[in-house]
């Protein structure tokens, strides 16, 4: 029966070969024998020799999330452990499988009106979590995410033992925020503070592997034995015969690590390197790192009465700044983003094909098989492309196994799911025609697509899906040669792709919604972002980037020079200043898109004048991938200088009076309000559906400023009247393409924002 089998479970259960033989019956049987605990909705609570199992389900929602009910239902087990002569340690493990707690509930940090009432959130959930750990002990048996408040959860506990799939780490710095309930403090105590700073500084993740390694857990376990070994562990800790080593290891560390936080030197020198890391990375925009810092000296200095303090106050304070809510509300257009809104597709895929090995091609290759875990065809003319496209997936997974995020048998498991063919493999065309889904990366170029679609349509089955990854041809255009046009679909990703998150789906008028529900669908088992935008040219990020690369070439054109031009944007808030992108990017594909939207937008691209960019491409001056664009760059793509031949045509194109300085701030203004403008003409013409798809685009797609919100947020918080005068202004003085869109003018008459809420 289950009952005598889980019985028989738990009297061998210090057999490892009965485990896995028992796995899927001891939670019910368990439960069965089990004295009752208090009845809660989000939790149950059973009793077995002295151990309380807290068994937590959050039933309205598919993750654990500390939700102002979920915590309250948590405080009340805790009450039932300690108040309960029976119980004598508690394990707490989750009821859904592969998740923990992925973190606290934002709503309820939204719901809070000043820092007053954030402080007093803080301060209550420190308290809370310091009743856990003066208590009975309390181990957390951890499996998948465990995320912010999930793992100041599991530090309040007295014992932790994860599976090597776990995923721990305190992301509130994402948000604008630090750790609230003593997590910043708490880890500092247990890692130290030199191994604590980089984990919250970045919001950095590990698995139960890595944690185990750094101590951050005490013991890893097979799913299957999870809960057993959580049991084992408390019951350890009850009898005393399970003894916990924490400390640095070996004299060296420990004398380190009393240099590092026990001495003034010591700590002074620690903290000038963070701060100065902070700094480079940031470029000061970001207020929550550098209070990470103040915390955790605060702590080390002071004790932890004073770090627990000084982090409820820094809490509270940081969560009343415009770039936390900027963070927030990207977090929530993130999440909504990662919704198909065309449904679920009747038939998903199995199997992608790519067409062309490039670095596109291979990279949406590696996406393919390493997050969406499908099997892939990778399809190059001649085998010395496809070779290169094989090895970039192959390098790229392999520096995951250097750096320990997975195994090497792992990666070979994961390249087995990856085919590559080329025309003079006899069997190609059989290859292929097993393909679902067939992604396009060839050249930008309308009559080569056009060749490719007759060329590998016919070999495709009848509900196969054939998208087009371009950057800016229209998708109606393209499908065009097809004879199943209902069938193709754009699919346009970002360089690199393996690291860019977003996506834009693009349904031209005559796609199926199946077609766009299926492309959709793995976007998103690929780990992208995915916004749906209109079939227009350049579609909505390049339609954006076209006016901004304008302006990049008219402000070089009048005397800024390439580093000061890219200093001034990574200032604002970009990851990458304009220059570093087109050499990025490639000067052969800016200089493409800018000549194709010039034909498009008209007025909208003056500026600079994109003949310069043509010379650039016909003295073979294409960027980082020839070793020689605006800038050099070595044999191992390391930038070097800036490039003499280069410097030399832009200096053909000088614009007169360009000796004339520009200011720091006007070089920012000219760039970004071209943007935002451009972005608030997608918009009002529809092209894409909201403001909130317009921020994540920008955000995701190339990096516009996060703590700024996005473009449209950008916009509301400097105000339309001010950014329509602050264009008119430029008008007058530098042409017609500083014209403010018409939705800008009305909403400036108005008063109004592009956000409601």
């Known amino acids: 029966s289950i009952e005598a089998t889980a019985m028989s479970f738990v009297r061998a259960a210090s057999r490892a070969a009965s485990l896995r033989h028992a796995a899927s019956t001891p939670a019910r049987a368990f439960s069965a024998a089990a004295a009752a605990g208090p009845k809660l909705k989000h939790m149950t609570v059973s009793v077995q020799d002295g151990i309380a199992v807290v068994k937590m389900d959050h039933v309205d929602s598919p993750v654990n999330k500390l939700s102002q009910e979920f915590s309250n239902d948590l405080q009340a087990a805790m009450d039932f452990v300690e108040s309960s002569p029976d119980v004598k340690a508690a394990v707490l493990i989750s009821g859904k499988k592969g998740g923990f707690i992925a973190g606290a509930d934002i709503a309820m940090l939204q719901a809070c009106k000043n820092s007053e009432e954030l402080r007093e959130l803080s301060s209550n959930a420190q308290a809370a979590f310091a009743k856990f750990e003066q208590g009975k002990p309390k181990v957390a048996a951890i499996d998948g995410p465990c995320l912010g408040g999930g793992l100041e959860v599991a530090l309040a506990c007295h014992y932790r033992v994860a599976t090597p799939k776990a995923k721990l780490g305190l992301p509130e710095v994402m948000l604008g925020l630090l750790p609230g309930a003593g997590g910043t403090v708490r880890m500092a105590k247990l890692l130290g503070t030199a191994n604590t700073l980089p984990m919250v500084l970045a919001g950095k993740q590990v698995n139960g592997d890595k944690a185990k390694k750094m101590k951050l857990v ?45 001495t003034e030197v010591g ?76 449904g679920k597709p009747k038939k998903q895929a199995q199997t992608v094909g790519i067409l062309g090995a490039g670095l596109m091609g291979a990279g949406i290759a590696q996406v393919s098989i390493q997050n969406a875990k499908m099997n892939c065809v990778l399809k190059d003319t001649g085998v010395q492309g496809l070779a290169r496209g094989e090895k970039q997936i192959y390098d790229n997974i392999s520096r995951r196994v250097k750096r320990r995020a997975m195994s090497a048998p792992d990666r070979d498991r994961m390249m087995s799911k990856l085919l590559g063919v080329h025309d003079g493999d006899a069997k190609w065309a059989d290859h292929v025609s097993r393909s679902d889904v067939m992604i396009e990366a060839v050249f930008e170029d309308m009559d080569l697509k056009h060749k490719v679609i007759k060329q590998i349509e016919p070999l495709l089955k009848a509900d196969a899906v054939f998208a087009t990854n371009t950057s800016a041809l229209p998708i109606a255009d393209v499908a065009k040669a097809a004879k199943r046009p209902e069938r193709v679909v754009g699919m346009h990703y970002f360089s690199p792709v393996d690291k860019m998150p977003l996506l834009e789906i693009i349904p031209h008028a005559g796609t199926a919604k199946e077609v766009s529900a299926i492309a959709t669908d793995v976007g998103l088992r690929q780990g992208k972002r995915v916004i749906v935008v209109k079939d227009v040219p350049g579609f909505y990020v390049n339609r954006c980037l076209g006016p901004y690369m304008a302006e990049t070439i008219a402000l070089l054109q009048a005397g800024a020079s390439p580093e000061k031009l890219d200093k001034a944007l990574t200032q604002f808030g970009m990851p990458v200043g304009p220059i570093t992108l087109a050499d990025e990017v490639g000067i052969d594909v800016a200089g493409h898109v800018q000549t194709f939207l010039a034909k498009h937008l008209g007025v909208r691209m003056q500026g600079g004048n994109v003949a310069a960019l043509q010379e650039m491409m016909d003295s073979g001056n294409l960027g980082k991938k020839t070793g020689k664009g605006f800038f050099t760059y070595d044999a191992k793509k390391k930038r070097t200088g800036v490039n003499s031949e280069a410097q030399d045509i832009l200096d053909k194109y000088r614009f007169e009076g360009s000796d004339k300085p520009i200011s720091v701030e006007d070089m920012q203004q000219r760039m970004v309000l071209r943007f935002c403008n451009e972005a608030a003409l997608c918009l009002q013409d529809s092209i894409v559906e909201n403001p909130v798809a317009g921020d994540v685009g920008a955000v995701f797609g190339i990096g516009f400023p996060p703590f700024l919100g996005g473009p449209f947020r950008y916009m509301d918080a400097e105000g339309a009247q001010t950014i329509v005068d602050r264009m008119q202004r430029y008008r007058d003085v530098l042409g017609d393409q500083f014209t403010p869109a018409p939705i800008l003018m009305d909403m400036a008459k108005g008063g109004k924002k592009f956000h409601t809420e």
């Not at 057993?228 to 916990?244: E, Q, R, S």
């Not at 550098?290 to 009465?305: H, N, P, Q």
């Not at 820094?314 to 065309?342: E, H, R």
């Open 218 to 262: 005490d013991g890893v376990a097979d799913p299957f034995a999870l809960e057993h070994a959580g049991i084992t562990a408390a019951k350890g800790l009850v009898d005393g015969t399970l003894k916990v080593s924490r400390g640095p290891k070996g004299f060296v560390q420990t004398k380190m690590k009393q240099f590092m936080e026990e």
């Open 267 to 342: 700590r002074n020198l620690m903290y000038r390197q963070a701060r100065k890391g902070v700094m480079k990375q940031t470029k000061g925009q970001y207020p929550a790192p550098l209070r990470i810092l103040d915390v955790t000296r605060t702590f080390l200095e002071k004790g932890e009465a004073a770090g627990y303090e000084a982090e409820a106050n820094a809490f509270g304070d940081l969560g009343m700044t415009s770039q936390s809510k900027s963070l927030v509300t990207i977090y929530f257009a993130d999440t909504q983003c990662k919704k198909n809104p065309f």
